[in-house]
């Protein structure tokens, strides 16, 4: 797979006029199920040619967020303007500029690749040559064009995904929203999808993405927005904000408890922040703390690396389990 | 065409239908044929005339009726209940302008589709049973049809309600078998006892087997009219509760 191929239109690449950029703005959203905040007063805008990264651990309310978007969930509070259209009034108009890669998996089993793409488009009230043009030019696009006949059940993951991702884009939507869409895949899938929103996000494609692989959001997305127990505890540009909260450099180093009571004594007079996880110590340094190495050279092991998203959603977030 | 944007949704339906038509069709033309067969033929030859009519004469147009109400039914219990559940199809569809309206009209108007093209599959083999229909058959079309979308709107709020397919079998045996064996299908109403009598003639598919039978044979001694009206009635009200009860489903 070369990453050469032209990607299909999309009405992203239209330059819009200035001020008038704005695709999602969200207000005070609040979502309650019973006394569960699901989502709990969520402001947020989305402009023209971003890619909103969402995260958050399970059960955070990313995906009622987005299904309040969709006007699958009804919102207990707040407001939301999609394209300057009021959700959940003008729901029916908005969902036309619309594209969605659902959580889970919703291919029409009864139909084939291609009869999944045609009918989806029929819904868009696309049809005929046109929708046979689009759908060829998609499923080229996702690497499916030799499996047009195939029934649905004979595809792998990684192609039944590429295909939601196909019908996602059939309506050339101005707003791709994706819901995980590449969890559960094995990692040859997931570049090759990956690979493909690079492509649509160059292209100007505005993009709002959950996904639990931290390091391909932090690829991809301009800002991101990140959501705990229904609340946006943070949002910024990934690399200001790994810097404002967590540091420059992590050092992870391994030894024993006397040996890292010492070193974190040593670190926290170097600017930074430490943390103790079972018998290894993290310090997250907010300068350059490299003349700090000749001390760990007696430790069974340490690393230093650059800080990166995981280690500020987890300063967020806590390292404690979620149910989902 | 906005507002016949369920339409790609009853072309769904039938793009998939088209791929098995043949043991759709059988499972739903099965039944009523093989009474007809055995109740007609059966036990029809000792049995005295009604109105004026055989047995096998009496039985067919009511056996018609039948098929259209299991057929649509069926569609929009287990067929709908599948798409709804299992396949994610309605979840598929709220993320395109399609809305919870148009989907229930979709499935709505494909289970009453399917009801009718029992009904004239059937129509059609019955001079092979020897009962010849009038010319007043074609315009039972149309009624056969609303009370298909009857059915079907009724087993969409079912599809609404349920939460497995074991569900179903209250549907089955609590409504569609007495109904199919208390509109006068299978014997006339007269026969029971006036003040009883009021109830049965109000059950949702006895008009419609009373209509049946009195275009079938061009006879217009009942009043056709006022059938029409409440059924039609009936049958609106059936839609737009099944749209209420298909909301309360899908959106939280
Ligand atoms: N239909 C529902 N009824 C009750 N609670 C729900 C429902 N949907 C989601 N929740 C709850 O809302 C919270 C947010 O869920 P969700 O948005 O799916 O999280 P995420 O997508 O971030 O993992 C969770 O606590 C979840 O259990
Ligand atoms: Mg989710």
């Avoid at chain 2, 399917?114 to 007043?136: E, N």
Wanted: aromatic share 10%; glycine share 8%; with cysteine.
């Amino acid at each position: 797979m070369t990453s050469t191929q032209t990607a299909p239109q999309t009405a992203g690449a239209v330059t819009p006029a200035a001020g008038d950029d704005i695709i999602v703005q969200v207000s005070g959203l609040c979502k309650f199920f019973g006394s569960r905040r699901a989502v709990d007063n969520v402001s947020f805008t989305i402009r023209q040619g971003e890619c909103v990264g969402f995260l958050g651990p399970n059960g955070a309310g990313k995906t009622t967020t987005i299904n309040m978007l969709l006007g699958l969930v009804e919102k207990s509070g707040g407001t939301m303007r999609i394209m300057h259209l009021d959700i959940p009034a003008q729901q029916q108009e908005a969902k036309c500029f619309i594209g969605v890669v659902p959580q889970t998996d919703s291919l029409d089993p009864d139909l084939t690749v291609e009869e999944n793409l045609l009918t989806y488009a029929s819904y868009f009230n696309i049809t005929g040559r046109k929708a046979r043009a689009k759908s060829a030019e998609l499923l080229e696009f996702f690497a499916l064009a030799n499996r047009r006949q195939e029934i649905i059940e004979h595809l792998s993951g990684g192609q039944r995904r590429r295909l939601l991702l196909a019908r996602a884009l059939i309506n050339e939507p101005k707003l791709l929203i994706l819901d995980e869409p590449t969890v559960g895949l094995d990692p040859q899938a997931r570049h090759l999808i990956w690979e493909r929103l690079e492509i649509l996000q160059q292209q100007g494609t505005t993009m709002l993405l959950t996904s639990h692989y931290l390091d391909e959001v932090e690829h991809l997305s301009s800002r991101v927005l990140i959501l705990d127990h229904g609340k946006i505890v943070a949002q910024g540009v990934p690399q200001q904000l790994i810097t404002e909260l967590v540091g420059i450099d992590v050092f992870v180093i391994e030894g024993t408890t006397a040996e890292l009571d010492a070193l974190e004594k040593s670190f926290k007079q170097c600017e930074a922040t430490t943390e103790r996880v079972n018998d290894k110590l993290y310090a997250y340094t907010q300068e350059d703390c490299s003349r700090l190495e000749s001390l760990l050279k007696k430790s069974r092991s340490w690393l230093r690396r650059p800080a990166n998203l995981e280690d500020l959603f987890i300063q967020l977030t806590g390292r404690s389990l979620r149910e989902s | 065409m906005k507002h016949l944007r369920f339409w790609t949704l009853w072309r769904r339906n039938s793009r998939v239908w088209r791929k098995h038509v043949m043991a759709t069709l059988i499972g739903n033309l099965g039944q009523p044929l093989l009474f007809l067969l055995a109740m007609g033929y059966g036990i029809g030859h000792e049995m005295q005339t009604i109105d004026g009519l055989t047995y096998l004469q009496f039985l067919a147009p009511g056996l018609v009726t039948s098929s259209v109400m299991y057929s649509a039914a069926f569609e929009t219990t287990y067929g709908s209940y599948t798409r709804l559940s299992m396949q994610k199809t309605y979840e598929a569809i709220l993320m395109t302008p399609l809305g919870i309206t148009d989907i229930a009209l979709g499935e709505i108007f494909w289970g009453a589709s399917k009801g009718l093209l029992s009904a004239i599959i059937m129509l059609a083999m019955l001079p092979l049973f020897g009962v010849w229909p009038s010319i007043w058959t074609l315009a039972l079309l149309p009624v056969l049809f609303m009370s298909g979308v009857f059915f079907a709107a009724f087993g969409l709020i079912m599809t609404a309600l349920a939460s497995s397919y074991e569900f179903f079998n209250y549907f089955i045996s609590l409504i569609l078998t007495p109904l199919f064996l208390f509109s006068g299908i299978f014997f006339p109403l007269k026969t029971i006892v006036p003040s009883a009598r009021i109830f049965f003639e109000l059950l949702p598919l006895t008009p419609i087997v009373t209509l049946s039978r009195m275009l079938c044979y061009g006879q217009f001694h009942e009043p056709w009219l006022l059938k029409i009206a409440g059924s039609l009635l009936l049958t609106l009200f059936t839609c737009w509760l099944s749209v209420i009860f298909l909301r309360k489903r899908l959106i939280q």
